[in-house]
């Protein structure tokens, strides 16, 4: 027998804290690792203002481009499965998560293939401060998102065994507060390195 | 409209507005008018993860506001370093 559960579909009330108050400490850390490491694009590029209006000529604005629309995917992907979860929706939500994760693959996949074209084109450790800073951020970046994809791993195996409920689903929103996260992260790198000149 | 609604449409327009972005990519003759452009599609694709995924605008005020000065400020100083950036490397000059 099975029981459909209705949930008025609904924001959450207002003055929470999204996930867990120790998953915001972590995010906080991020963020902080993260504004320093823009400091450091932002001096360089104050130093060196021709070598940085050029550099986005020599990376692939295709694989920037793509990395961007597998993040922006699998976050859209990981939100719907939180109000999945909202509305006892296990199934649909662990569905959303599988999608969340495929997506965000797609993101060292797309590294990989990347970083082959870079050393074809000799965008090695020695091809000058544009490129130093960009392999500094996008693979300090690129931690991060294994991390998450780690805890997308995790949060599906709970999914997956009936731990999370619409009662009790922090662990998922806690996983899904860092993954947007590091969307936002990148959403700022992106420009930075593919897009102004 | 439902929340779920308007979280599809906020992936849509966070694509639409990734491929637009993009496109600004392809001009070498970037001024500060490009620059400032560049700073403002990032800021909007910045407070829609924040409001629709992230859902910032349920969240306790302290997270809400370090969140969003985080987001705003990047865009800022994208912009006042492109403006001023001789400035800043007359102030950082001790450093490289």
Redesign the interface.
Known sequence: MSYAITVP??????????GSKAM?VGI?CE?TEF?LM?AVY??A???H?EIF?AG??RLS?LA??GY??ML??S??C???AV?AMRASRQSACLRWLIGAFVFGLGYPVIKLFEIRWNLAHGLDGDAGVFIVTYYYLSFNHLIHVFWGLLGMIWVMLRTATGSYSAEEYAGLESF??YW??T??IW??I???F???? | MSEIRKLDLAWLGLVLLSVGGAALGGRPDAGLGVTALVALVMGIKVRIVCDHYLELPTATRRIRRAMYAFCYGMPIVVILTSAFGDTLARLTGALI
Do not use: K, N, Q
């Not at chain 1, 579909?9 to 999204?18: M, N, Q």
């Not at chain 1, 593919?194 to 000149?197: E, F, G, Q, S, T």
């Open positions: 579909d609904s924001p959450p009330a207002a003055g929470r804290i999204p915001w906080f963020v504004a823009f932002f001096i590029r104050a130093h203002p209006r986005p000529e604005l920037g481009t961007t629309l922006l995917t976050g859209w990981v939100a719907r109000h899904a507060v947007h996260t969307d936002i959403l700022m992106f420009p930075l593919y897009v102004l000149r």
